[in-house]
C-alpha cells in the first residue's frame, strides 16, 4: 500500500510541478487516478487492507490536494 500510495503522489506532484494542468483540474485528475491490488487469501486481512487504502487515499485527497467533493475522492481499484 505504501508503495501504491507514494507513486501516485509523486505522479501527482510532478503533474503539478511541471504545470501540465491547471490547479482547477486537479481534482479531476486525482479522481482518474486507479490501482492494481492483488488480494491474498486471508479474507478478513485483505478486507482490513482494502479499508485502510480507501481511507488513506480519502485523508491524502482531502488534506494534500483540497479535492472537497467526496465522489471525487473514491478509491478506484481494480
Known amino acids: 500500500l505504501a508503495f ?3 507513486t501516485a ?19 479531476l485528475v486525482f479522481s482518474r487516478l486507479s490501482f492494481f491490488v492483488n488480494a491474498g487469501l486471508r479474507f478478513i486481512t485483505e ?14 485527497g482531502q488534506t494534500r490536494y483540497n479535492v472537497s467533493d467526496p ?5 478506484r481499484y481494480g
Open 47 to 60: 478486507l482490513c487492507k482494502m479499508r485502510a487504502f480507501g481511507a488513506l487515499w480519502d485523508e491524502i
Open 71 to 75: 465522489k471525487l475522492r473514491r478509491f
Open 4 to 6: 501504491a500510495l507514494g
Open 9 to 27: 503522489i509523486a505522479m501527482l506532484d510532478a503533474v503539478i510541478k511541471a504545470g501540465e494542468v491547471a490547479p482547477q483540474d486537479i481534482p
